[in-house]
């Protein structure tokens, strides 16, 4: 059974910076994409950063290039969002979520398995 399990959130001042975890289990590692999203009261889901697992290959979204950055530690089944520059819009829910075979590493509707968040605020 998959699971993902988030931590490192809390709150910050605009300009600090947090490191967020994911810790995954109950699937072996291959060719799969994980993500990061986020989600503010009232809006939908966004897509913040991706990693192919194969590749190492990023994606960032616009709105956080420059200032994020997803990683991974496959000894640790690991995966980071390090935030840096942190603004109050980035205030959200943020999960992580896995996928195999993934064709859209940044839409949340691509992804079938989700951790159940972790909150960040900046303020």
């Known amino acids: 059974q998959v699971q993902l399990v988030e931590s490192g959130g809390g709150s910050v001042q605009p300009g600090g910076s947090l490191k967020l975890s994911c810790v995954g289990s109950?699937?072996?590692?291959?060719?799969?994409?994980l993500g990061w999203f986020r989600q503010a009261p009232g809006k939908e889901r966004e897509g913040v950063a991706a990693?192919?697992?194969?590749?190492?290959?990023?994606r960032y979204a616009e709105s956080v290039k420059g200032r994020f950055t997803i990683s991974q530690d496959h000894a640790k089944y690991t995966r980071y969002l390090q935030m840096n520059s942190l603004k109050p819009e980035d205030t959200a829910m943020y999960y992580c979520?896995?996928?195999?075979?993934?064709?859209?590493?940044?839409?949340?509707?691509?992804?079938?398995?989700w951790g159940q968040g972790t909150q960040v605020t900046v303020s």
């Open positions: 979520a896995v996928e195999w075979r993934c064709t859209a590493p940044l839409a949340a509707r691509a992804y079938n398995y």
């Open positions: 109950g699937f072996t590692y291959s060719s799969y994409y």
């Open positions: 990693i192919d697992d194969s590749t190492g290959a990023t």
